[in-house]
């Protein structure tokens, strides 16, 4: 079943036939519908107006669009390696058993597809998944058997139980954000106060840098767009958390909404902003309507919307636009092409989007933990902020620690504290490494515990993942190649043959069919994605790779066999399908190559 044409036109009206809202229309389209038809496609591209290949290659773009039917109930189990940890391939065998269906496919009579995602945003309560969109965690067999039960009765989702989304937010220490008692429109009237660019002046003198990654100075940005040529400018606040490991945003979200949007206010009054977006990751749906309230809330309160507090010259509203599953769409100008309701590929740079970002306006787009900091650095001012951290490296930082530790959760601590510090208060045993910063980060061994989190040592966008010594970090590395694959926008080819190569030779390896030329390979590959990707995915996706070999080459060759090259014909390999008709899969099924 598809739209109506008049239905298909009313919706478009309500999103007042505006190209750039298409992934939002796309995204009501398959609620609705549950998938995305090719005449809902006709449809929406002659109503905006915009060929029809837009259209097709936007929908066909992101993950969570389907372009042709799928289940009524779409199971999506977390593919993130702190799940897999937890017994999450088990779990999904599990339910796919209950509805004789394999993973990726629709069951015979379309009521249930299962198959993976990335990441939930949930590592700290995994394993988890998602069912037509809605989060579901801390999943075991008895929860498997509930979901399978209620699919098989095809109990609406809003009548299934609400224990089963219940998210909570695991904090274990906080400190300046997550204590952060703040009236909303406090920093807002600090800033009308100081004036414009004395509030970038004292942002400036915090040293505040960018938390979801690359550290930029904060006030640079504001400063650079203020003083871009154009009349409209743009704040964004980048929800967008897709790296694995990293849940410290939906925290801030679901408690301190309120300092954010009050963040993203007081940088529209200083760069003289009109127009704001959230652009909020699609795993946390859960998370729209707490959002929306609170916008309603602020507008009702004139602290968004038309003069606010009371200041006929500032005017500034926020929109909430929902991502679609794009990984990529955490690099700014990716995000902002997919605002623009376009694919998310990142834009060539220069020029940058503090002067050409959203509609080619001049545009802040900065991450919500960089946002709550600003609003309280107006509030409070920039000693208050550096009177933690180092020199360098000022105020704190949330860490999302999941993975091997007793105490998963939000960690906020001043910049400059040691891993093993921050092992120590998870309660960590037996570390083997802690990949830092998401698979695009760093992986340390033991010997690099006594590092620093902070810009000059280990800088960190808050991912904290920790692996035991019962863990082989071959197989932690070929989770993480499969995301780089599978999250790759296919726009350039060093990424989407690279990232394809390189989990090919990872899969081989943990499977025992490696060669140590598989291992050479890995490595120029590696270095290649690193200096050819158009963008920062295709630069760090051979990261865990290049880390895992240098310090944890052991667990590589324990499953590589002796010799450089292998046979182009697998006959095990061959035998499968004969194995998937009969129905074994034991041991004599199989070919050994050493057998006599």
Known sequence: MTLPTTAI????????????????ILRDVQDANGFISPRDITEIAQGLGVPRARVEGTAGFYSFFATEPRGQYRVLFSDNITDEMLGSHALRDALCRAFDVHPGEVSRDGLVSVGTTSCTGLCDQGPALLVNGRAIGRLDPARIGVIAALIRGKTP?????????EVTDMI???????????????????????????VIDEVKKSNLRGRGGAGFSTATKWDACRVAPGPERVVVCNADEGEPGTFKDRVLLRRHAELVVEGMTVCAYAVGAQAGFIYLRGEYLFLRDHLEAVLQARRDARLLGQSIRGQKSFDFDIELHL???????????????SLEGKRGIPRNRPPYPVTHGYKQRPTVVNNVETLAAAALIVKHGAGWFTAKGTPTSSGTKIHSVSGDVAR????????????AELLDLSGAKNTQAVQVGGPSGVCLAGDGFKRKLAFEDVPTAGAFMVFDNSRAMVE???????????ESCGFC?????GTALMHRAMERIVHGRGTKRDLKELKYIAQLLKVSSHCGLGHTAGNPVLDTLERFRPSY????????????????????PAREVTGRDDPDAHFAEDAP
């Open 9 to 24: 036109g009313g919706l478009l009206q309500r999103h007042r036939n505006d190209p750039s809202r298409l992934v939002q």
């Open 157 to 165: 989702l809003d009548r299934w139980p609400a224990e089963l989304f």
């Open 172 to 198: 274990h220490r906080a400190d300046l954000l997550l204590d952060s008692a703040l009236k909303p429109g406090e920093a807002i009237a600090a800033a009308m106060e100081k004036g414009p660019q004395a």
């Open 323 to 337: 991502g679609a599953g794009a990984y990529v769409c955490g690099e700014e100008s990716a995000l902002i092409e």
């Open 408 to 419: 998963p959760g939000l960690y906020e601590l001043p910049w400059g504290v040691t891993i």
């Open 476 to 486: 932690v590395a070929e989770n993480f190649a499969r995301f780089f694959k599978h």
């Open 493 to 497: 080819t060093p990424c989407r043959v």
């Open 557 to 576: 060759q324990r499953r590589i066999r002796s010799f450089d090259v292998l046979p182009s014909f697998d006959l095990d390999e061959a035998l499968a």
